[in-house]
């Protein structure tokens, strides 16, 4: 029984779920506002396991063969029950969340509008032709722009839409400043270095679609000392130019560095082949282990 949920909680996406709540919280707590509603995480949680959901059905189960693969296809009814479910709680949420604003949908600024639509847009585009019918652009075919378009997606969702909901909700002015700018940079290189070990992870089937990801390109090596790394420690002097301006005290700093270390450590523990689930709970646990420090450093 316990070996079922933990299938069910990790390929069935809620656990994507659950991180990109931790770090929306982290994100929040860095900046300096007010933590967001309850219905407005409701509404992030159930759209990233929809997404997911959704985007891996579309996918052609009868070319990739896995353990992810078998349990959609053992639980097709199930996904169904779920995905329908978090859809309907997605709408209930959503509009739950804006029933109680107050403000006038003219005075947001455009720099909101755009931040706003420019993630989800980016992240339909992502998958194109799997989630729209006919022959459409898709970012997800450019290998090596892969990680970083998911990176963007991510960082824009639990740094950007925090920031934005907490002004609306307060009837305030979305400012994009040189603070938000770092973590935003921050949490995109540290998305983007989990995802390229998930290419790693596809190698094969990359390598036979010729899709030419950084690991297929330059080969596994190489991938790991020449881009995980460099981008590793590049999203560390980012926290670290972040700290420094808002005078971070050693403990708080030191926290904050624990989840690019890991990053490192797993990175160079690729060199040996890892089931799905491996990537699934200790790569992705990376972002819940960088939501959980951020969030322990800031109120210790």
Not at 10 to 19: H, L, P, Q, R
Not at 24 to 53: A, D, R
Request: hydrophobic fraction near 50%.
């Amino acid at each position: 029984m316990l070996g079922r949920l933990f299938r069910s909680f990790f390929f069935g996406n809620y656990f994507y779920g659950c991180c990109v709540v931790a770090l929306s919280l982290e994100s929040s707590i860095q900046q300096g506002i007010v933590t967001n509603s309850i219905f407005y995480y409701f509404s992030v949680f159930c759209s990233t396991v929809v997404y997911y959901t959704y985007a891996y059905q579309g996918q052609d189960l009868a070319i990739i063969m896995n353990d992810r693969v078998l349990w959609y296809r053992i639980h097709s009814k199930q996904i169904r029950t779920s995905q329908l479910f978090l859809s309907c709680l997605l709408l209930i949420s959503t509009f739950l969340f804006f029933i109680k604003l107050t403000i006038h949908w003219l005075d947001i600024s455009f720099i909101s509008w755009v931040s706003i639509f420019i993630f989800p847009i980016v992240a339909i585009l992502y998958y194109g032709s799997e989630l729209t019918s006919g022959k459409h652009f898709n970012i997800r075919k450019y290998g090596w722009l892969k990680p970083f378009v998911i990176g963007f997606v991510w960082s824009g969702i639990v740094t950007i839409y925090p920031s934005i909901a907490a002004t609306i909700e307060q009837n305030s002015i979305f400012h994009f400043t040189l603070l938000k700018g770092l973590l935003f940079t921050k949490n995109f290189l540290f998305i983007s270095a989990l995802c390229i070990m998930f290419d790693i992870k596809d190698y094969a089937d990359d390598y036979n679609k010729q899709l030419k990801t950084f690991v297929v390109r330059v080969g596994l090596r190489n991938t790991i000392f020449y881009v995980l790394s460099p981008i590793s420690i590049l999203g560390l002097s980012m926290f670290l130019t972040y700290s420094m301006i808002l005078n971070f005290t050693l403990l708080r700093i030191l926290l904050n560095t624990i989840p690019f270390a890991l990053l490192l450590l797993v990175a160079y523990s690729m060199y040996q082949r890892k089931s799905i689930l491996y990537y699934l709970t200790v790569i992705d646990g990376l972002m819940l282990v960088k939501a959980l420090c951020g969030i322990l450093g800031m109120i210790i």
